[in-house]
């Protein structure tokens, strides 16, 4: 079944920028989605269709996909950031949606 | 606005069942897809089924495939979870959630989740 990598951490100072990768194969072929998780909280969507923002999710966070490799970009980042990151897809063949292991976004 | 309430959870023993339920509000549930996906606390968000608008279609993660239903009552805007000869490997917070209407599928709502344990 499709699999995607995340590196489990990725840390960053304030305002400074923040790229959270997501690696599957041609995974350019496929729309990525990507959930913002505060310690304690639900789940909250922050990019669709690789590089769509929902309605209330900063124009700091962008996204693109290209090749084997999605990639969520934080701008300017702020102390209420710091999350884990989850990237997902639909795998269409097996009827499955996948989440990859997620990223913990650290502010230094 | 959209709501999403989960109920159900509790503590279980191994092998028993349990039955989620979630209440949705704030939009034409009929219409939308729903999932039910799960979080050991301190890990990784899983996957565990989908129900088309209809409930024509439904889909499950292997880990749960033959265990667990998934049933929606679109006159009480509610989804169930029904869960079978649990294991203590399902011990997770659930969260019902509703799928995106676009072309793929993804996920644009989420309720805060309940808590089921599986231990003796």
């Known amino acids: 079944s499709y699999v995607l990598t995340q590196p489990p951490s990725v840390s960053v100072a304030p305002g400074k920028t923040a790229r959270i990768t997501c690696g599957g194969d041609n995974i350019e072929s496929k729309s990525v989605h990507w959930y913002q998780q505060r310690p304690g909280q639900a789940p909250v969507l922050v990019m669709y269709y690789d590089s769509d923002r929902p309605s209330g999710i900063p124009e700091r966070f962008s996204g693109s996909n290209s090749g084997n490799t999605a990639t969520l970009t934080i701008s300017r980042v702020e102390a209420g950031d710091e999350a884990d990151y989850y990237c997902?897809?639909?795998?269409?063949?097996?009827?499955?949606?996948?989440f990859g292991g997620g990223t913990k976004l650290t502010v230094l | 606005q959209v709501q999403l309430v989960e109920s159900g959870g509790g503590v279980v023993q191994p092998g028993r069942s349990l039955k989620l339920s979630c209440v949705a509000s704030g939009f034409n549930f009929s219409t939308y897809a729903m999932h039910w996906v799960r979080q050991v606390p301190g890990t990784g968000l899983e996957w565990v089924a989908l129900?088309?608008?209809?409930?024509?279609?439904?889909y499950y993660a292997d880990s749960v495939k033959g265990r667990f239903t998934f049933s929606r009552d679109d006159l009480k805007n509610t989804v169930y979870l029904q869960m079978n000869s649990l294991r203590t490997e399902d011990t997770a917070v659930y969260y019902c959630?509703?799928?995106?209407?676009?072309?793929?599928?993804?996920?644009?709502?989420w309720g805060q989740g309940t808590l089921v344990t599986v231990s003796s």
């Open positions: 997902q897809v639909w795998d269409s063949s097996n009827k499955r949606l996948i």
């Open positions: 959630a509703r799928s995106g209407a676009m072309a793929t599928i993804f996920i644009d709502y």
């Open positions: 129900i088309s608008y209809d409930g024509k279609y439904k």
